[in-house]
């Protein structure tokens, strides 16, 4: 994971900070973490990024506009979501890795290192 920078978004600041504690200890630079859809698609229009991991629903609203930034410009991202089946989102990228929270950290960290090799 050395090198890769790994936006990080996720509405709920334990698990935000545990995922940035993981990667960081993968030797990842993680971008955020974000808790709002607003600081998340600045993130996701401006920076430099090899992967994300988004959270499908940041209180009320969907990730999907994140998605799509990422998407437009062919950055990766998995769900990271305790949301798997129910959220219309998925129909908009159903090849995109989900996984449930929480993962095992070993799980998590091979999914964004997958994601970075590309």
């Keep these: ?58 209180g009320h609203d969907s990730i999907g506009p994140v998605a799509r930034l990422l998407s437009a410009r062919s950055i990766p991202f998995i769900f990271y979501t305790g949301q798997v089946h129910t959220d219309p989102i998925r129909t908009q990228w159903p090849k995109c890795k989900v996984l449930s929270k929480p993962a095992p950290t070993g799980s998590l960290i091979a999914a964004i290192a997958a994601l970075s090799k590309g």
């Design 1 to 58: 994971m050395e090198g890769a920078r790994v936006l990080v978004v996720d509405d709920e600041f334990l698990i935000a900070a545990q995922l940035e504690a993981d990667l960081t200890a993968a030797g990842a630079e993680v971008v955020g973490p974000s808790q709002t859809l607003q600081e998340a698609s600045d993130f996701a229009a401006r920076e430099r990024l090899t992967a994300a991991i988004l959270d499908i629903q940041i």
